[in-house]
């Protein structure tokens, strides 16, 4: 797995570069991809974010000012990149708030550029078999353009992995991966009964 994530920083990296000082993940998630982005155009690789590993993951947080005051325990940018233009890259963007608030966080500490690239496409459709992620009305890509999302982050540019240059870099077949969340494309049929969706109000 590993080693298909970084294949996909690599191609991210043909699909879509960027002019930049330093390469950041947003840890941990997007360690590898950035790994491969840095690697392949060859811009210096920095953990320019700190993270505080006490904190779990904000996206699945039930309210928005706990993902908010998540992140800004999660998260502490270094000093190293004021006056820096920089690279962040992240596995996906899901309601697109996290990911705001680092741009604006990096962008306070002195970035003079902050491009953001997602090892993943963009996120339009929810999960029903077991992630537990945003109804498909509070993911971001599923309302959005990628230059609206880029407005609403604050980022300097925004670029996805294509669809294909994800498959690609697995160097798996496609009949082995469920890609719903990417395509809309469920492998089953989803009756409401079913979905994860009817456990909510309990």
Excluded: W
Excluded at 48 to 64: A, C, E, H, M
Excluded at 98 to 123: C, K, N, W, Y
Excluded at 146 to 152: L, Q, Y
Aim: glycine share 6%; net charge negative.
């Amino acid at each position: 797995v590993h080693g298909a994530r970084v294949r996909m920083g690599e191609r991210l990296a043909q699909e879509s570069p960027a002019d930049a000082d330093l390469v950041l993940p947003i840890p941990d998630s997007g360690t590898p991809a950035a790994i491969g982005f840095s690697r392949a155009l060859n811009i210096p690789f920095s953990e320019g974010l700190i993270k505080n590993r006490y904190v779990g993951r904000t996206f699945i947080q039930p309210d928005q000012g706990l993902r908010e005051q998540g992140v800004r325990l999660k998260f502490n940018p270094l000093a190293e990149v004021a006056g820096k233009r920089l690279v962040v890259v992240d596995d996906s963007i899901v309601r697109g708030n996290t990911t705001r608030q680092i741009v604006q966080m990096l962008f306070d500490a002195g970035a003079t550029e902050v491009h953001v690239r997602i090892s993943s496409p963009p996120v339009i459709s929810q999960c029903y078999y077991g992630i537990d992620f945003a109804d498909s009305d509070e993911l971001i890509a599923a309302n959005k353009t990628v230059e609206e999302v880029r407005e609403h982050i604050g980022a300097t540019s925004l670029a996805y992995i294509s669809l294909e240059g994800l498959q690609a870099s697995t160097s798996r077949p496609e009949s082995e991966f469920c890609r719903a969340c990417l395509t809309r494309d469920y492998p089953t049929a989803i009756p409401r009964e079913a979905a994860k969706l009817q456990f909510e109000p309990v």
